[in-house]
């Protein structure tokens, strides 16, 4: 295991719904991401945070809230999905963000579907 | 900017045989490559990297990468396959010049076949 676990594993939801992905990492690491991984399309980076300050948002809808309450913890709060929304959500952590040498480690990812 | 080409969707080859998943490149700068595994329902598993140094890279589970700065490639391989390398693969390229984050390739399914 790559020692960033992410909860749920898999979630339904309906598009009023309100739910949140959680993501946390246990390697002691400062920089921390979230990912949308969708059929026939390359990862798409969504956010990225850096010694909990929010440092990319990458043209990201507003139902896509993140959250980083510590450096081990970070949340992705959904709210009135889409669709087109459906997609393996991935979490990543890396020691700091800024070095390009810097690799990013990833959690297994939640899959979800929104009907 | 930064992009990265998988130019094969999907890879077939008999366990055994040698593999080869392949890479290309564009950047402004020197080039940060990288190569991720994912297999189902998993997330991406770090191979290896490219930084400086030898262009001939080895990283986890017997797999290596070869730097051909001159053909902009970064070519993921290994000499024996096994069944359960079967897996998608993906590269990826950071810009020395050009921004802090991944670009990352589409993907090549590779399917090793006993």
């Known amino acids: 295991e790559t020692g960033v676990t992410q909860t749920p594993r898999h979630l339904v939801m309906g598009m009023t719904n309100k739910k949140s992905l959680k993501c946390e990492q246990h390697?002691?690491?400062?920089?921390m991401y979230w990912y949308k991984q969708s059929a026939k399309k390359p990862l798409e980076l969504m956010f990225v945070?850096?010694?909990?300050?929010?440092?990319e948002n990458n043209s990201v809808p507003s139902r896509f809230s993140p959250e980083c309450p510590n450096s081990s913890h970070l949340f992705l709060h959904l709210h009135t999905l889409q669709p087109e929304d459906s997609a393996l959500y991935l979490c990543?952590?890396?020691?700091?963000?800024?070095?390009?040498?810097?690799?990013?480690?990833f959690g297994p990812g939640t899959r979800l579907l929104v009907l | 900017a930064q992009s990265v080409a998988q130019p094969e969707d999907q890879v077939n080859v008999a366990e055994g045989n040698p593999l080869t998943v392949k890479c290309t490149y564009s950047?402004?700068?020197?080039?940060?490559l990288f190569w991720y595994v994912q297999y189902p329902n998993r997330g991406l598993q770090f191979l290896l990297k490219?930084?400086?140094?030898?262009?001939l890279v080895k990283g986890s589970y017997g797999f290596e990468a070869e730097f051909n700065k001159s053909q902009t490639s970064f070519h993921l391989k290994k000499p024996s396959a096994l069944v359960s390398d079967s897996a998608l693969y993906f590269c990826?390229?950071?810009?020395?010049?050009?921004?802090?984050?991944?670009?990352f390739g589409p993907g090549t399914r590779l399917s090793v076949l006993p």
């Open positions: 990543a952590s890396s020691q700091d963000w800024g070095s390009k040498q810097e690799t990013q480690y």
């Open positions: 390697l002691g690491h400062n920089a």
């Open positions: 945070y850096s010694l909990e300050e929010r440092v």
């Open positions: 950047v402004s700068g020197n080039p940060y």
């Open positions: 490219y930084i400086t140094g030898d262009n």
């Open positions: 990826a390229v950071r810009d020395e010049g050009y921004g802090q984050n991944f670009v």
